[in-house]
């Protein structure tokens, strides 16, 4: 069986030749993904040829909707890698896109971002602290979170009632806003972050630990990764992007209402599995996870297109996510 | 041919490219207790797996008192009348005694029975299993498998760290049910069990039946013969004791690790040793002497509640394994799982170290990890043509990744837990070397190992532990197999050993490491 | 030492029987506790408190129980529902639009029709999570999906309405003014289900599939089967709480409620390990009372409503960590 030394050279080449197409299409999701969010698109403009005529316009509608799902999607993908989920995340955003809006009237607008990316990373960093130091799972910790901040929201809704809530028009300008009649003024923020999140994967130790805490928490313990400060970084991390997602959302929208972001938690975590991104940890990566949110905001727009009624889009988006989990798992199963 | 109670034959298995099964044969004979030999890896396991119905073979038949079977499941197996039993009891820890025993439907009384006859009259039916000890679950796993009267018995590594006197009640129940017509299919590593139990022996050699032994006299040359096969017998390196780094200086100054009075958990209760630069120091013991909670302790994954631990003459301790990294102490655990990334790539396996710790999270250094990390597969010789993935890799390969890790930034005080269990032997000679090479530059390697003869083939003195404790210390040059068995037994040199069976045990097995 | 710990332990056999069942059942004794002084403190809090407030009590915690009740059954043979919600929302829609109109006898047909639904709901979610080998929580989330358009197939907006006998059966008090029909009503239900259930192998399966599956199949358990039987009694128990739903409110309402999210916070607090194999009926049961009687608590105390929330999540949380401490300290001990 084990015979030459391999060198470098040969493992590159062999690599390139000798993968097979399931192993391809698991490590590199994102070229069939491409390819199916086209033949939605394609569809989209048969069943509909009236997008046809003003193309960029539905495209920079597109894309300022589904910024922040994938944004929220960002934060699935991470907590993902290292095995977990993060089910606080809409909450986050609600909560922080509501205190902006709440005191950008008070407090200046720069202030009332920060304080509202603040109120994310700081309900990161509990979620962090009890899945991290406390060995909570993460699942039940977030959703635990998730109930107090909705609470926490209620109760200071009370108290700014009388205030008033208004965003900010930088970030009207930002989340909703287009340059040049087409150009997603999203984007802005949007390829920047993502660039970030995708490259720091892969090119910085961090990255590194993530993946490696999501594979195997024993083997990474015992090659000295102390692991609860991978995981207090992470949710931290997680908060603040579910903070910017809401507070993009609430210049898509123009207001802050509670409950806003609610009906995005879902499609979140379906975005990241159907980027390719293991809800075991260890495998996946943000492009995927970006195309998966295309694809749901595509379909999303076909079906009211179509004018599927409510349920139907609710069974068709859950028997998706079901199919797509399905085929990754037969693709990776270890024979 | 009909008189056989199992039969099964040209038992193939493929796991992927890998051919764990490729023509194996097993024939046991009512009322025999039937030794299954093999090396690690030999196929051993997986030709249980099949028989039991955990895996379906891809080819060849069993038959069973004369009909032939087809088994799906453990269920199907417990039908046509055989049960067996594993290593890590298949007992559920949540459930009591009582209601583990309504699951498998296993009456009450001759289960006690059972219980009695094998040394544990006074269980508690109502304890739940994860209360229990491991031998007592054990023991529990083989009284419900006795209590369903099974035609075929599989014992799979029952008696591996059972204390001395269950054993020898396990034995004697075992060799019992010869007088009732029932078979047992016996799998143990312990040569003496073998020839004191077993009236034959089946040994696999890479997947492949070797030969059938009948016990008796000279048996166990036979059997061992056949489990190294011929190539690999005179193959076999007769370097007794290396040489390389023997001489070394011996005062305490030098020691880079000085343990004193350790004791961890119930097992390790008091160990102390010197390690110094520049040598190999084996560790000898029998399953469950300890020796885990000591390399655990070492690595920092275990605390230790007593004793005194020093590196390089500092006293330390270690509340997390990179409290030990940072100390110069790295660990190669016997379990590649434990050590490795499965779905990562074998570089990102090997420079996993270089980013773990918080201040070293920033951007990777590309061309410099490239660097270090070919080095460290180059150095030894890591096969990653193949697969990308770790867990893609043959074991042999996996266990080198592992070392790399450590090789790839210099290593200062290596711990290896049996880091050849289970991996093909020209990997192994690639480690003894690798091992030796790391003491002439300088490093000190603590080294436990399962197999005897790696002490004379790796080491310059080795140390034995026993209940937990030091009982022995000598230099490799005269810790032959049989020198060091009765020193892991905790007998003093020179007294015999407490089975009568035991001298003409290990007779044969000293003959090949002299 | 292997040898002496088992016999020691059955020396005094009376004594030791009793301080084991203590031992064992030390959290939910607890909770018992806590919910007997938690009833203390509202009658302290507000000397009106009476049988018509535990009435009320009990009927607001009659769904959370049987959405706690499912989970329990989920979490124990090692699964997770995050449809227990939505089916709940399907099946309550189901029987209210074919309670409405009917005659009284025919909606005893529904009620059986509607617990059927369940059964199937429940098997179809568990052949899914045997058959796609994709974990548990992602299939079913992906059904809360499915299970949640279904609702408002049946129904797009509250409506419908139930048999008087039906709503019937959880108001008022039975032979005790104290003792409330609701809380009659859901420990009927339960103990139907679940005391047979858990004394049969089929029971004993599901703990030994949660526990540790190898040592499952080993032990001749059918995983595959005994996984989506369990799902099936999960589907029955949503069903029930569907109906529950259906009772106490005289309408079926398709937006699904915080039933998943409340049954996961009672089961956690009623010491079911998320883990699998572990835990039973009685916790979670406790657990939902208590976690409403703080809420009820919170008010006569004057305290906002709106803080309720917060109050339960940071209790949960609590929980959960403490849970966590000591899991930690067992490990390292």
Redesign the interface.
């Known amino acids: ?8 050279q ?2 590159a080449a ?2 390139r030749g ?2 097979t197409l399931r192993r391809r299409l698991t490590d590199q999701p994102v070229i069939p993904l491409l390819f199916l969010l086209l033949c939605l698109v394609v569809l989209l403009f048969v069943i509909q040829p009236g997008f046809l005529g003003r193309p960029t316009n539905w495209l920079s509608s597109t894309i300022r909707t589904a910024t922040p799902l994938a944004l929220l999607a960002a934060c699935q993908t991470l907590v993902m890698l290292t095995g977990g ?1 993060d089910l606080s995340v809409a909450t986050i955003a609600t909560m922080s896109a509501f205190v902006m809006a709440t005191q950008s009237a008070a407090q200046g607008d720069a202030a009332a971002v920060l304080l509202g990316i603040l109120v994310g990373a700081g309900m990161g960093l509990i979620n962090g602290i ?1 899945i991290g130091i ?4 993460p ?3 977030t ?10 929201l ?2 200071y809704q ?1 108290f700014v009632l009388t205030a008033g809530s208004s965003v900010p028009d930088p970030i009207a300008w930002l989340g909703g806003g287009t340059s040049l009649g087409f150009f997603p003024n999203s984007l802005l923020l949007f390829v920047p972050v993502a660039a970030l999140i995708i490259v720091g994967l892969r ?4 990255g ?2 993530l ?2 805490v999501g ?2 928490p ?9 692991i609860w ?1 991978v995981l207090a970084v992470l949710y931290v991390i997680s908060g603040v992007l579910a903070a910017v997602a809401g507070i993009m959302l609430a210049g898509v929208t123009k207001t802050a209402a509670l409950g806003s972001a609610e009906g995005l938690l ?1 499609p979140s ?2 975005a990241a ?1 159907i980027g390719g991104t293991s ?2 940890g ?2 996946g990566g943000y492009a995927g996870s970006i195309v998966g949110a295309l694809i749901l905001t595509v379909l999303t727009s076909m079906l009211t297109v179509l004018s599927a ?7 068709i ?3 998706i ?2 199919a797509v ?2 085929a990754y ?2 693709l990776t ?3 | 041919m009909t008189d056989l109670l199992l039969d099964a034959s040209g038992i193939t298995k493929r796991y992927g490219a890998v051919s764990a099964l490729r023509d194996a044969s097993l024939a046991v004979r009512p009322g025999e207790v039937h030794a299954l030999m093999g090396a690690n890896g030999a196929g051993k396991s997986t030709l249980v797996k099949i028989l039991t119905g955990a895996v379906r073979a891809d080819s060849g038949s069993i038959t069973i008192r004369g009909t032939k079977r087809v088994v799906r499941s453990p269920t199907d197996a417990r039908r046509a009348g055989m049960m067996s039993v594993y290593q890590d009891p298949s007992v559920i820890p949540d459930l009591d005694v009582a209601d583990n025993l309504r699951l498998t439907g296993t009456p009450v009384d001759a289960f006690r029975s059972w219980m009695t006859a094998l040394g544990i009259p006074r269980l508690d039916l109502a304890d739940y299993a994860r209360d229990l000890p491991l031998p007592t679950l054990r023991i529990i796993d083989l009284a419900r498998a006795l209590a369903h009267e099974p035609d075929i018995l599989v014992m799979d590594e029952t008696t591996a760290a059972l204390p001395a006197d269950l054993t020898e009640r396990v034995l004697e129940v075992v060799g019992g049910q010869r007088a009732s017509g029932r078979s047992v299919i016996f799998i143990s590593h312990r040569l003496i069990e073998i020839s004191a139990l077993c009236d034959r022996a089946t040994v696999l050699r890479d997947g492949e039946t070797v030969g059938v032994v009948d016990m008796g006299t000279g048996a166990e040359d036979r059997i061992v013969g056949l489990m190294l096969g011929p190539s690999e017998a005179d193959a076999q390196p007769r370097t007794p004791a290396p040489t390389t780094a023997i001489g070394t200086a011996t005062t305490d100054g030098d020691a880079r690790l000085a343990v004193q009075g350790l004791r961890s958990g119930t097992k390790l209760t008091d160990v102390s040793f010197k390690l110094r630069a520049g040598e190999v120091l084996g560790v000898v013991a029998l399953e469950g002497q300890g020796q885990e909670e000591l390399f655990e302790v070492l690595a920092g994954s275990r605390r230790a509640s007593g004793g005194e631990l020093r590196v390089d003459g500092q006293p330390m301790s270690f509340r997390h394994p990179a409290d030990a990294i940072r100390a110069g102490l790295v660990y190669v655990p016997a379990d590649r799982l434990e050590a490795l990334l499965p779905q990562r790539s074998v570089r990102e396996n090997i420079a996993l170290p270089f980013s773990s710790r918080m201040r070293d999270w920033g951007p990777i250094r590309v061309g410099a990890e490239r660097r270090v990390v070919d080095r460290a597969i180059e150095r030894l010789q890591i096969d990653t043509r193949a697969q990308s993935e770790v867990r893609r890799l043959s074991g042999g390969n996996q266990q080198k990744v592992t070392i790399a890790r450590w090789i790839a930034t210099g290593v200062q005080t290596l711990l290896c837990f049996d880091p050849t269990r289970g991996i093909d032997i020209r990997t192994k000679r690639q480690i003894y070397s690798l091992l030796r090479e790391l003491a002439a530059a300088g490093s000190a390697v603590l080294l436990y190992t399962s197999e005897l003869e790696e002490i004379q083939l790796v080491c310059d003195r080795t140390i034995v532990i026993f209940g937990g404790r030091v009982v022995d210390e000598m230099p490799a040059a005269v810790a032959d197999e049989p020198t060091l068995l009765r020193a892991a037994y905790g007998l003093p040199p020179g007294v015999p050993m407490p089975e009568e069976l035991a001298d003409s045990a290990l007779a044969p097995v000293a003959d090949r490491v002299s | 030492m292997s040898l002496a710990s088992p016999a020691a332990a059955t020396a005094p056999a009376a004594p030791s029987q009793l301080a084991r069942i203590l031992r064992r059942n030390g959290w939910t004794i607890t909770l018992f506790v806590l919910l007997a002084c938690l009833l203390v403190l509202a009658r302290v809090l507000r000397s009106g408190f009476g049988p018509a407030d535990i009435q009320s009590l009990a009927i607001g915690v009659l769904p959370i129980i049987f959405a706690a009740a499912a989970q329990t059954v989920c979490v124990i043979s090692g699964g997770i529902d995050l449809s227990v919600g939505p089916v709940m929302a399907f099946t309550s829609v189901t029987a209210a639009a074919l309670m409405k109109g009917g005659s009284e006898e025919s909606a005893v047909a529904v009620v059986i029709v509607v617990l059927l639904l369940g059964l199937a709901v429940g098997a179809i979610n568990g052949l899914l999570v045997v058959a796609s080998r994709v974990p548990d929580i992602i299939v079913t989330l992906a059904m809360s999906f499915v299970w949640a358009g279904a609702a408002l197939l049946v129904l797009s907006s509250p409506g419908g309405g139930a048999a008087q006998w039906f709503k019937d059966l959880s108001n008022g008090s039975f032979l005790i003014e104290w003792f409330p029909k609701a809380l009659l009503l859901v420990l009927v239900c339960v103990a139907i289900v679940w005391l047979p259930l858990r004394r049969s192998r089929l029971g004993l399966s599901m703990y030994a599939v949660g526990s540790n599956p190898i040592a499952a199949l080993r032990s001749g358990v059918n995983v595959n089967r005994t996984k989506v039987a369990a799902y099936m009694v999960t589907g029955l128990f949503a069903a029930a709480g569907g109906l529950a739903l259906t009772m106490v409110t005289g309408i079926g309402s398709p937006v699904p409620g915080a039933y998943t999210l409340n049954g996961v916070a009672a089961i956690v607090l009623g010491g079911v390990s998320l883990a699998g194999g572990r835990g039973g009926m009685l916790g979670p049961i406790a657990a939902a009372f208590v976690l409403s009687l703080i809420r009820v608590n919170l008010v006569f105390l004057g305290v906002d409503p709106a803080y309720s929330t917060v109050i339960q999540g940071v209790i949960l949380i609590i929980v959960v960590m403490v849970g966590g401490l000591v899991a930690l300290r067992r490990s390292r001990a």
């Open positions: 069986m084990s015979a030459a030394p391999g060198t470098v040969e493992i062999v690599d000798g993968s989920i009890g406390f060995r909570v799972q699942l039940i910790m959703l635990g979170t998730g109930l107090v901040g909705a609470g926490a209620t109760v009370k090119r910085t130790g961090y590194r630990m993946f490696a594979d195997n024993v083997a990474a313990r015992l090659a000295g990764v102390r400060q879902l975590v379906a599995v809800i075991f260890g495998r009624p409510q349920p139907v889009r609710q069974i988006f859950g028997a996510i079901l989990a399905a798992a037969r199963a270890s024979r």
